[in-house]
């Protein structure tokens, strides 16, 4: 099996804003080469910072297994760099507009 070389594009951001807790405020579905990634979470915290949390299911020992999540630091850069860039594209600069 060939592993796949080089930057993969992410596409078709769909964001879907919530009244969430605990700085809830989106979920996210987007496209990664040719997989399509449901529920990435946009959370805000105290500070007003925006931050990318991941889907995870919780064992019967309540051990977290993560259904999907950036392998390194790179990927994960280029995942917040479009979707914050998506959302704050949708509703302003998102960094402070409407802190909690």
Known sequence: ?????????IGEVRIRP???SDGLIAFVSCRYHRVMLNNIAVRRDESGRLFLTFPRKLGSTGRAHPLHHPIDRATAA???????GQLRKLVGDGEGSDRR
């Not at 099996?1 to 594009?9: D, I, N, P, V, Y």
Request: glycine share 10%; proline share 0%.
């Open 18 to 20: 919530i009244n969430g």
């Open 78 to 84: 280029q995942f917040e760099e479009a979707i914050l």
């Open 1 to 9: 099996m060939e592993a796949l070389k080089g930057t993969h594009e």
